[in-house]
């Protein structure tokens, strides 16, 4: 890769479930891309201004108590849960998958994740098909947005 930018886009939700089953300590990160994000690896808590020791993503792999259920339904719900920060963001706020390795946890307890390797752009079709499988739940959920807007 020339830029670290110029990512391999996946098309479809099956392309990001097999990448999930094929591999562990998997994150997605919502923004502008790495890019601009590997310039500090630090994201910053928005509340306090305070700078994190790694770059905030949520864990794509499976956890053990999700059982048998169908992968499909927890990278959708994974996916889903944070599609509204493009909207909330910004121009240019899009999803990538990356690798690397949890250095802590930041004020909503996600992942702080460094040594970071990215690995593809999310088009915006495979965010659509999550929103689909989650809407086709027997029991519907909204995203962590919750409450009034």
Do not use: C, F
Not at 81 to 101: E, S
């Amino acid at each position: 890769m020339s830029a670290p930018d110029e990512l391999p886009l996946a098309r479809t939700l099956g392309e990001v479930i097999d990448l999930v089953e094929g591999h562990k300590d998997l994150y997605v990160r919502w923004s502008r891309g790495p890019g601009t994000d590997l310039r500090s690896l630090s994201s910053t808590d928005e509340l306090t201004g305070v700078p994190m020791p790694g770059l905030s993503a949520n864990s794509l792999d499976v956890e053990e108590w999700w059982g048998d259920r169908p992968v499909r339904v927890w990278v959708a719900r994974r996916l889903y849960d944070y599609a509204h920060l493009p909207h909330d963001k910004g121009p240019g706020v899009r999803a990538w998958v990356l690798t690397g390795r949890e250095t802590g946890r930041g004020p909503d307890n996600e992942p702080l994740v460094t040594d970071v390797e990215p690995l593809y752009w999310l088009d915006d079709a495979v965010i659509q098909e999550a929103r689909d499988v989650v809407d086709h739940q027997e029991r519907p959920w909204g995203t962590l947005r919750r409450g009034g807007d």
